[in-house]
Protein backbone atom coordinates (compact mmCIF):
# COMPACT_ATOMS: atom_id res chain seq x y z
CA UNK A 1 0.00 0.00 0.00
CA UNK A 2 1.18 3.05 -0.90
CA UNK A 3 1.82 5.53 1.70
CA UNK A 4 3.24 9.17 1.61
CA UNK A 5 4.64 11.36 4.00
CA UNK A 6 6.33 15.11 4.29
CA UNK A 7 8.43 16.43 6.75
CA UNK A 8 8.01 19.15 8.33
CA UNK A 9 4.44 19.52 9.32
CA UNK A 10 4.75 23.00 9.53
CA UNK A 11 7.36 25.42 8.94
CA UNK A 12 7.94 29.22 9.14
CA UNK A 13 11.19 31.44 7.91
CA UNK A 14 11.62 34.74 7.43
CA UNK A 15 11.11 36.57 4.30
CA UNK A 16 14.11 35.90 1.67
CA UNK A 17 15.13 32.50 3.17
CA UNK A 18 15.80 29.35 0.57
CA UNK A 19 13.65 26.11 2.39
CA UNK A 20 13.39 22.74 1.30
CA UNK A 21 10.07 20.70 1.69
CA UNK A 22 10.93 16.74 1.97
CA UNK A 23 7.93 14.08 0.67
CA UNK A 24 8.77 10.37 1.09
CA UNK A 25 6.49 7.52 -0.40
CA UNK A 26 6.87 4.02 -0.13
CA UNK A 27 6.28 2.01 -3.35
CA UNK A 28 8.64 3.28 -6.05
CA UNK A 29 6.63 1.97 -8.89
CA UNK A 30 5.07 5.14 -9.28
CA UNK A 31 3.87 7.46 -12.77
CA UNK A 32 4.61 10.96 -11.53
CA UNK A 33 5.01 12.76 -8.73
CA UNK A 34 3.02 16.17 -8.73
CA UNK A 35 3.67 19.23 -5.86
CA UNK A 36 0.41 21.58 -5.02
CA UNK A 37 -0.01 24.23 -3.29
CA UNK A 38 -3.43 25.16 -1.04
CA UNK A 39 -4.39 27.98 0.41
CA UNK A 40 -6.49 28.02 3.45
CA UNK A 41 -10.36 27.14 2.47
CA UNK A 42 -9.17 26.64 -1.04
CA UNK A 43 -9.11 23.49 -3.83
CA UNK A 44 -5.51 22.71 -4.85
CA UNK A 45 -3.04 24.45 -7.16
CA UNK A 46 -0.49 22.50 -9.17
CA UNK A 47 3.06 23.55 -9.19
CA UNK A 48 5.12 21.20 -10.48
CA UNK A 49 5.02 17.72 -12.30
CA UNK A 50 7.73 15.39 -12.65
CA UNK A 51 7.19 12.31 -14.14
CA UNK A 52 8.83 8.60 -13.03
CA UNK A 53 11.75 9.16 -15.46
CA UNK A 54 12.73 12.77 -14.63
CA UNK A 55 14.78 13.74 -11.76
CA UNK A 56 14.01 17.41 -11.46
CA UNK A 57 11.54 20.13 -12.70
CA UNK A 58 11.88 23.92 -12.36
CA UNK A 59 9.08 26.67 -12.74
CA UNK A 60 10.28 30.06 -11.28
CA UNK A 61 11.57 30.47 -7.58
CA UNK A 62 10.37 26.08 -7.51
CA UNK A 63 12.35 23.76 -8.16
CA UNK A 64 11.50 19.79 -7.52
CA UNK A 65 14.02 16.81 -7.56
CA UNK A 66 12.70 13.09 -7.98
CA UNK A 67 14.64 10.17 -6.58
CA UNK A 68 12.14 7.01 -7.43
CA UNK A 69 14.57 4.32 -6.03
CA UNK A 70 14.70 6.11 -2.20
CA UNK A 71 11.30 7.28 -2.66
CA UNK A 72 11.75 10.67 -2.16
CA UNK A 73 11.04 14.43 -3.60
CA UNK A 74 11.98 17.71 -2.03
CA UNK A 75 10.42 21.17 -3.68
CA UNK A 76 13.11 23.93 -3.03
CA UNK A 77 11.73 27.40 -2.74
CA UNK A 78 14.59 30.18 -3.56
CA UNK A 79 13.95 33.82 -2.08
CA UNK A 80 10.88 32.98 -0.03
CA UNK A 81 7.78 35.66 0.14
CA UNK A 82 5.07 35.62 1.94
CA UNK A 83 2.98 35.13 -1.07
CA UNK A 84 4.49 31.64 -0.76
CA UNK A 85 2.84 31.29 2.97
CA UNK A 86 0.26 28.17 1.98
CA UNK A 87 -0.02 24.27 2.44
CA UNK A 88 2.11 22.34 0.21
CA UNK A 89 1.32 18.92 -0.65
CA UNK A 90 2.81 16.11 -2.59
CA UNK A 91 0.96 13.68 -4.34
CA UNK A 92 1.92 10.48 -6.29
CA UNK A 93 0.17 8.66 -8.98
CA UNK A 94 0.15 4.89 -8.43
CA UNK A 95 0.22 1.96 -10.83
CA UNK A 96 -3.71 1.34 -9.83
CA UNK A 97 -4.22 5.59 -11.39
CA UNK A 98 -4.75 6.46 -7.90
CA UNK A 99 -3.52 9.65 -6.76
CA UNK A 100 -2.06 9.16 -3.26
CA UNK A 101 -1.48 12.56 -0.68
CA UNK A 102 0.84 13.34 1.92
CA UNK A 103 -0.18 14.93 4.71
CA UNK A 104 1.14 18.40 3.39
CA UNK A 105 4.13 20.94 4.82
CA UNK A 106 1.92 24.17 6.45
CA UNK A 107 4.36 27.16 5.32
CA UNK A 108 4.65 30.62 7.18
CA UNK A 109 7.13 32.94 5.95
CA UNK A 110 7.30 35.97 7.90
CA UNK A 111 7.84 39.35 6.14
CA UNK B 1 -12.84 26.59 -20.66
CA UNK B 2 -11.62 27.99 -16.94
CA UNK B 3 -10.64 24.73 -15.56
CA UNK B 4 -12.59 21.88 -12.95
CA UNK B 5 -15.72 23.76 -11.94
CA UNK B 6 -17.07 22.56 -8.30
CA UNK B 7 -20.51 23.63 -7.34
CA UNK B 8 -21.72 24.48 -4.52
CA UNK B 9 -18.67 26.32 -3.27
CA UNK B 10 -20.30 25.58 0.36
CA UNK B 11 -22.82 23.47 2.12
CA UNK B 12 -24.78 23.25 5.19
CA UNK B 13 -27.25 20.82 5.71
CA UNK B 14 -28.54 19.06 9.32
CA UNK B 15 -27.61 15.56 10.14
CA UNK B 16 -29.98 13.06 8.50
CA UNK B 17 -30.30 15.24 5.23
CA UNK B 18 -29.07 14.55 1.68
CA UNK B 19 -26.85 16.17 -0.31
CA UNK B 20 -25.52 16.72 -3.71
CA UNK B 21 -22.41 17.74 -5.46
CA UNK B 22 -21.87 18.82 -8.82
CA UNK B 23 -18.24 18.52 -10.51
CA UNK B 24 -17.66 19.30 -13.89
CA UNK B 25 -14.38 18.28 -15.36
CA UNK B 26 -12.08 20.39 -17.79
CA UNK B 27 -13.80 19.47 -21.34
CA UNK B 28 -11.41 16.97 -23.07
CA UNK B 29 -10.43 15.21 -20.21
CA UNK B 30 -11.47 11.57 -19.66
CA UNK B 31 -10.21 10.78 -15.84
CA UNK B 32 -12.63 12.13 -12.72
CA UNK B 33 -11.44 11.29 -9.09
CA UNK B 34 -13.13 12.51 -5.91
CA UNK B 35 -11.22 13.43 -2.84
CA UNK B 36 -12.02 14.56 0.73
CA UNK B 37 -10.03 16.24 3.06
CA UNK B 38 -10.60 17.08 6.89
CA UNK B 39 -8.78 20.07 8.66
CA UNK B 40 -4.94 19.50 8.86
CA UNK B 41 -4.83 16.81 6.53
CA UNK B 42 -3.79 15.97 2.64
CA UNK B 43 -7.19 14.80 0.51
CA UNK B 44 -7.81 11.21 0.82
CA UNK B 45 -8.87 9.10 -2.71
CA UNK B 46 -12.60 8.34 -2.36
CA UNK B 47 -13.72 7.39 -5.98
CA UNK B 48 -12.53 7.46 -9.67
CA UNK B 49 -13.64 7.61 -13.40
CA UNK B 50 -12.66 7.10 -16.91
CA UNK B 51 -15.30 8.15 -18.82
CA UNK B 52 -18.25 7.22 -17.49
CA UNK B 53 -17.23 3.90 -15.98
CA UNK B 54 -16.62 4.05 -12.40
CA UNK B 55 -13.37 2.30 -11.63
CA UNK B 56 -12.92 2.28 -8.32
CA UNK B 57 -13.53 3.21 -4.84
CA UNK B 58 -12.21 3.69 -1.66
CA UNK B 59 -13.35 1.74 1.42
CA UNK B 60 -14.06 5.27 2.51
CA UNK B 61 -16.97 5.52 0.37
CA UNK B 62 -19.43 3.71 2.42
CA UNK B 63 -22.82 2.87 1.45
CA UNK B 64 -24.19 6.29 1.91
CA UNK B 65 -22.01 7.16 -0.43
CA UNK B 66 -22.74 7.47 -4.49
CA UNK B 67 -21.39 8.76 -7.26
CA UNK B 68 -22.37 8.92 -10.81
CA UNK B 69 -20.61 10.28 -14.43
CA UNK B 70 -23.66 9.35 -16.53
CA UNK B 71 -22.24 10.53 -19.67
CA UNK B 72 -18.59 10.86 -19.29
CA UNK B 73 -18.68 14.48 -18.58
CA UNK B 74 -19.65 15.94 -15.09
CA UNK B 75 -20.07 13.70 -12.51
CA UNK B 76 -22.23 13.93 -9.41
CA UNK B 77 -21.07 12.62 -5.50
CA UNK B 78 -24.54 11.96 -3.89
CA UNK B 79 -24.28 11.40 0.61
CA UNK B 80 -27.21 10.17 2.14
CA UNK B 81 -28.51 10.76 5.49
CA UNK B 82 -25.53 12.84 6.36
CA UNK B 83 -23.58 12.45 9.69
CA UNK B 84 -21.50 15.16 11.06
CA UNK B 85 -18.46 13.24 10.24
CA UNK B 86 -19.36 13.57 6.95
CA UNK B 87 -18.11 17.22 7.08
CA UNK B 88 -14.95 18.33 4.95
CA UNK B 89 -14.09 19.59 2.23
CA UNK B 90 -14.87 17.64 -1.24
CA UNK B 91 -12.32 17.89 -4.07
CA UNK B 92 -13.13 16.98 -7.65
CA UNK B 93 -9.85 16.36 -10.26
CA UNK B 94 -9.67 15.96 -13.72
CA UNK B 95 -6.94 14.63 -16.20
CA UNK B 96 -6.48 13.30 -19.25
CA UNK B 97 -5.12 9.79 -20.34
CA UNK B 98 -2.47 11.04 -23.03
CA UNK B 99 0.94 9.14 -23.12
CA UNK B 100 2.91 9.88 -19.72
CA UNK B 101 1.51 13.20 -19.22
CA UNK B 102 -1.05 12.77 -16.73
CA UNK B 103 -1.43 15.86 -14.50
CA UNK B 104 -4.37 16.31 -12.21
CA UNK B 105 -6.33 19.78 -12.26
CA UNK B 106 -8.21 20.82 -8.95
CA UNK B 107 -11.52 22.08 -8.54
CA UNK B 108 -11.92 24.97 -5.83
CA UNK B 109 -13.75 22.12 -3.87
CA UNK B 110 -17.59 21.98 -1.72
CA UNK B 111 -17.07 22.68 1.92
CA UNK B 112 -19.92 20.66 3.28
CA UNK B 113 -20.88 21.15 7.17
CA UNK B 114 -23.52 19.18 8.65
CA UNK B 115 -25.04 20.05 11.97
Known amino acids: KQEVTQIPAALSVPEGENLVLNCSFT??????LQWFRQDPGKGLTSLLL?????REQTSGRLNASLDKSSGRSTLYIAASQPGDSATYLC??????????FGPGTSLSVIP | DTGVSQNPRHKITKRGQNVTFRCDPI?????LYWYRQTLGQGPEFLTY????????KSRLLSDRFSAERPKGSFSTLEIQRTEQGDSAMYLC?????????????FGQGTRLTVV
Open chain 2, 27 to 31: SEHNR
Open chain 2, 93 to 105: ASSVLQGADTEAF
Open chain 2, 49 to 56: FQNEAQLE
Open chain 1, 27 to 32: DSAIYN
Open chain 1, 50 to 54: IQSSQ
Open chain 1, 91 to 100: AVETSYDKVI
